[in-house]
């Protein structure tokens, strides 16, 4: 069966998206599935150098992601109209399968169902325009918002199946007339052979943050709590990854002169586990408006790596509140409990025991 993949993040872009979609592509049998993916030319972030996919890639010639306001719109622009060309020109594929980057870019699948009688699923990472609105870069009934959404749920109407990353994110569509049959519920999962859990080192306790810093990313507590503890030096905070929140993180503690913080770049596939490895708690944070139409995929290297997870007291991504995850909430008095829930588990393999294979709790 042929299957044409459209995202504008692939291998060896180390975008989450295009990490996940690459993963799909090393799952599929080449003998009974031939894989076209239609992609852009970015750099997100680290360059992935394992050998590339069993898959044909299609690389757009327009311009490549670009972070700026301006320069982002360009590209997303630019791949979706190379998109639509190059998807009628290949092959005809028996099933499409559209990610959510750009946004819209279901639209596409949408097309070529109609023109070419394949079948169309639509994977959301992330749902549009729910989130724009949660972030308010929209205003929930301003014109654009409701052209966007009519044309989004146009598309998920007119899809074969739509895959979320959970429960609440379901929730979401249903509420905006979606049938629920055409919903299948799949959450993200990690590399549970690419990151394993490992002893911990000694030293401060390091709450490790990996991954983009983004706008739908809670900074308030953390930021409030590197204050309160700014001269503690049993405690240390490393933020591996970039982002725009992430860039004003780096501006408060150096305004603050918080020492105990440390910015990396993002870490390179191949070095994400030892990356990981380094901390003792992984941290995950969520604007809580945004519950349900984006959920953090970086909770599941946490729990492949077998690290203590704390989440913001959004309950971010609802569902993963089990097993040694704790929620916090904004008081200091919660967090300094931080010490108590890690345990100071004794080194050694055992102490971050964890399954690798969905990074679900044993």
């Known amino acids: 069966m042929h299957i044409l993949a459209i995202n504008q993040f692939f291998w060896p872009d180390t975008a989450a998206t295009g990490q996940l979609l690459t993963d799909v592509t090393r799952g599929m049998d080449p003998k009974v599935h031939a894989i076209t993916v239609l992609c852009g030319s970015s750099d997100y972030g680290a360059v992935d150098r394992s050998s590339p996919p069993w898959a044909k890639i299609v690389r757009s010639t327009g311009m490549a992601f670009s972070r700026g306001k301006i320069g982002r719109v360009v590209s997303y622009a630019s ?75 146009f598309s998920r109407r007119r899809a074969d199946g739509i895959i979320v990353l959970g429960d609440d994110m ?48 809670e900074e308030h507590t953390i930021t409030g709590v590197m204050r309160e503890l ?89 569902e993963l509140s089990r097993g040694t995850w704790r929620v916090w909430s904004d008081s200091l008095n919660d967090w300094k409990r931080i010490e108590i829930w890690c345990g100071r588990p004794e080194p050694g393999p055992g102490a971050r025991l964890r399954s690798t294979t969905t990074g679900q709790s044993e």
């Open 79 to 153: 791949f979706f109209a190379s998109a639509a060309i190059r998807g009628v020109r290949v092959p005809k594929p028996a099933l499409v399968l559209t990610l959510t980057t750009p946004p819209l870019i279901s639209v596409v699948g949408t097309l070529l169902k109609s023109l070419r009688g394949s079948k169309h699923f639509i994977w959301e990472m992330d749902l549009y325009p729910d989130i724009a609105v949660d972030l308010n870069v929209l205003r929930h009934r301003s014109v654009v918002t409701r052209l966007i959404g009519a044309v989004a749920d």
């Open 170 to 217: 379901k929730a979401r569509l249903v509420a905006r007339g979606i049938p629920e049959h055409k919903i299948f519920v799949a959450e993200n999962w990690a590399d549970g052979c690419g990151i394993l859990p490992a002893p911990f080192n000694e030293g401060p306790l390091v709450v490790h943050y990996s991954g983009t810093f983004g706008l739908a990313h």
């Open 230 to 318: 700014r001269d503690d030096r049993r405690f240390r905070f490393v933020f591996a990854g970039g982002g725009a929140r992430r860039e004003r993180l780096e501006e408060f503690c150096q305004t603050e002169g918080i020492s105990t913080a440390e910015f990396r770049p993002y870490a390179a596939r191949a070095e994400l586990g030892r990356s990981l490895a380094e901390g003792h708690v992984g941290l995950v944070t969520q604007v809580p408006e945004t519950l349900g139409s984006v959920v953090p995929s970086k909770t599941y290297g946490i729990m492949a790596a077998g690290l203590r997870a704390f989440l913001n007291r959004t309950d971010a991504g609802g």
